[in-house]
């Protein structure tokens, strides 16, 4: 579906707004949201080993999810012939209290994603995690956020509003 603005009636929210670096590390930020993209060296073998247990890393993510509470999406690519892993996730708030959240919350799926697919991985209980990680993270040249002040939450409570209020719609309706 295309629409089209005049151009005399555009607003303030109408506005783009500004995509800046993370104050505190690495990674883009607009608005409320955030994101990290990491490229990975792959062992050999661990394309294979990963999509052997992508059935349950994927039923595990809405587990963990729900400990973490920030992440907008989150997903992991092979690329190469299976030789190096992509990961890009969008989340709320500031680099290095997601990083810190993400592990303590979030550690034993990681390991169960990486552990053996990853080069080097030193596991996510490793103090020295997000310093082995950074190196790893590119900065996204260009990233678009569709609701960068929506955050996980304000997006979980807009749809519990909707879902009530289509509920009350149907109930008068009858």
Do not use: C
């Not at 603005?5 to 929210?13: F, L, P």
């Not at 661990?46 to 989150?74: C, M, P, S, W």
């Not at 169960?112 to 080069?119: A, S, T």
């Amino acid at each position: 579906m295309t629409t089209q603005r005049s151009e005399t009636s555009g607003t303030a929210m109408d506005a783009a707004p500004t995509v800046s670096r993370q104050p505190d590390g690495l990674g883009k930020r607009v608005g409320e949201v955030a994101e990290i993209t990491v490229l990975l060296d792959a062992k050999p073998g661990g394309a294979e080993r990963f999509r052997q247990n992508a059935a349950k890393i994927q039923e595990d993510a809405f587990h963990y999810e729900k400990l973490v509470g920030t992440v907008h999406d989150f997903r992991v690519t092979f690329i190469n012939n299976d030789t190096q892993v992509v990961g890009a996730v969008t989340y709320d708030g500031d680099f290095k209290p997601y990083m810190a959240d993400i592990f303590a919350n979030a550690g034993p799926w990681f390991d169960e994603m990486f552990d053996g697919v990853i080069e080097g991985y030193p596991g996510a209980g490793d103090p020295g995690i997000v310093d082995w990680l950074a190196p790893k993270i590119v900065e996204a040249d260009m990233w678009y956020a569709s609701n960068p002040s929506m955050t996980v939450e304000d997006t979980t409570k807009a749809q519990k509003v909707s879902e009530a209020f289509n509920s009350l719609l149907d109930a008068a309706a009858g």
